[in-house]
């Protein structure tokens, strides 16, 4: 019980916010790809299943809201807002006869997206001595590899009790994770909200000396925006392209997912290990390379070269990972506002993979290759700004 006391409170929050997102993503995961199926059974209109779905597309806005609350509200509430939002979501699922209780649930679900800032200004701003970073990273990988078995769980589960047994499941899942965030304790130290000036007190706005004072911030926010959105444009789309132009099974294309998951978290690990060690450029470049790798390969055929292509385009996920911790390193800049730009960065992020997502639509009516020809182009293109500004920024440094 000594050695139980000596352990800094930092590492007992982060190990029940890490036993949350496990719950979490376990759980989520376990429904998620047969959810569609599921609510097509139910509504009998894939229109509206779509519709369904497209929901959680454009949360990512009310990450903005969520940015003004972490000034507000102790992050150690939002956490657990994070994740509590979410429990009634498979209950209702699981009660659903018609569309009403499955928009509802949907709609709940996608509230989470609010509070997202607030789990990652929690771990950066936690008043202790450790790279938050690498910290972030591994609360990163440790959620890849739970998504990595939810799927195989979800099957198992759904074909001994059945899917709405398995919701069931998942809503007691969702309800423990909840109550692990509860066992954490309120933020501390530099992680308090900050008290807001009072309005008197405050400076008139100028549009001039904000962006003299926060350029830099919004160039990062703009470039680590549009690299998730471009690799992204062939993602809705991947299935119905090996299935239609490649002959795969849904069970093979299952295991190819599989493997995305894998690299990711291979990358994943990469990055947390040597990430630090090298220069952003350097780590982006390698990303972004692996993925120009995958959507080349998608011309080519054989279930092999698919698994290894999937594979590959698992840098997406730790592009996305490794951005958000980056760039929440560099709001220290911006002071106060850290948590604003933070949550500014998730919302158009979100905004920017939903326009991608649909126009990679329209560019697959044209040809079934073309998203992935645009996805190819748009790293190149995107690469060249992104050595371009970085080197600028170490000139200036």
Not at 26 to 46: A, W
Not at 256 to 263: P, Q
Request: aromatic residues 12%.
């Amino acid at each position: 019980m000594k050695k139980l006391r000596e352990i800094p409170r930092f590492y007992i929050d982060i190990f029940f916010l890490f036993a949350a997102e496990v719950l979490w993503a376990i759980g989520s995961n376990m429904y998620m790809g047969q959810l569609s199926v599921y609510m097509n059974g139910i509504v009998h209109d894939p229109r509206l299943v779509s519709f369904i779905q497209s929901i959680a597309n454009f949360s990512g806005i009310l990450a903005i809201f969520g940015g003004f609350l972490t000034r507000r509200v102790n992050l150690k509430w939002l956490v657990v807002l994070c994740w509590a939002v979410t429990v009634p979501a498979p209950l209702l699922f699981a009660l659903a006869q018609d569309a009403f209780l499955l928009i509802l649930g949907q709609s709940i679900y996608s509230l989470t997206t609010m509070f997202g800032p607030a789990v990652i200004l929690y771990i950066f701003d936690y008043d202790y001595p450790t790279d938050k970073l690498r910290v972030y990273l591994l609360y990163c990988l440790v959620s890849q590899i739970a998504s990595v078995t939810g799927p195989a769980i979800g099957g198992t589960v759904a074909t001994a009790l059945g899917m709405r047994g398995m919701l069931m499941i998942v809503f007691v899942l969702f309800t423990l994770a909840s109550l692990s965030t509860l066992a954490m304790s309120k933020a501390v130290g530099k992680a308090q909200p900050e008290p807001l000036p009072k309005r008197s007190e405050r400076a008139p706005f100028s549009l001039r000396e904000h962006l003299k004072a926060y350029g830099t911030l919004y160039g990062w926010m703009l470039l680590f925006v549009l690299l998730p959105a471009i690799e992204t444009v062939a993602e809705p789309l991947i299935s119905v392209y090996l299935t239609d132009h490649r002959g795969f099974t849904t069970a093979q294309i299952g295991y190819g997912f599989t493997f995305t998951c894998l690299g990711g978290v291979l990358l994943t690990m990469a990055v947390r290990k040597w990430g630090k060690s090298v220069p952003i450029l350097a780590v982006m470049a390698l990303l972004s390379a692996l993925f120009a790798a995958a959507d080349l390969g998608f011309m080519g055929t054989g279930f092999a070269l698919m698994l290894c292509m999937l594979t590959l385009r698992g840098a997406a996920r730790t592009t996305v990972f490794f951005e958000q911790g980056t760039f929440t390193e560099l709001s220290e800049t911006a002071g106060p506002h850290k948590g604003m730009f933070v949550s500014a960065f998730i919302a158009l992020r979100s905004l920017a993979i939903t326009a991608a997502n649909n126009l990679g639509g329209v560019l697959y009516t044209r040809s079934p290759t073309a998203p992935f020809a645009a996805e190819l182009l748009g790293c190149a293109v995107w690469l060249a700004a992104f050595a371009l500004f970085f080197m600028r920024q170490r000139k200036k440094a």
